[in-house]
Nanobody, 120 residues
């Protein structure tokens, strides 16, 4: 059974750091592009960062560029999000997302999320 499980969330102070990890089971991540999304209370889910299946291409939302780094280890079947210089507006539930283009359609999987709170 396919599962994506996020970990590493918690409480951080403004200016602090957290590292989130997404561990996959039931599928091999090397054929999937990976994304991190987040959803703040009362707001819609937004894309934070993306990485291609072999890690060649990385993209970031403007509001995290220079502060967050997305990475992957296809041998460990994991994808990480290193978050630095955290701000209160980074608070929310962070979700791991795997995607692959099949025969004319996108195959995708979601984790259940890990909560991040940035507060003094």
């Amino acid at each position: 059974q396919v599962q994506l499980v996020e970990s590493g969330g918690g409480l951080a102070q403004p200016g602090g750091s957290l590292r989130l990890s997404c561990a996959a089971s039931g599928l091999s991540l090397y054929v999937y592009a990976m994304d991190w999304y987040r959803q703040a209370p009362g707001k819609e889910r937004e894309l934070v960062a993306s990485i291609s299946s072999v890690g060649h291409s990385r993209n970031y939302a403007d509001f995290v560029k220079g502060r967050f780094t997305i990475s992957r280890d296809n041998y460990k079947n994991t994808a990480d999000l290193q978050m630095s210089n955290l701000r209160p507006e980074d608070t929310g539930v962070y979700y791991c997302h795997a995607r692959h283009i099949g025969l004319g359609s996108q195959i995708e999987y979601w984790g259940q999320g890990t909560e991040v709170t940035v507060s003094s």
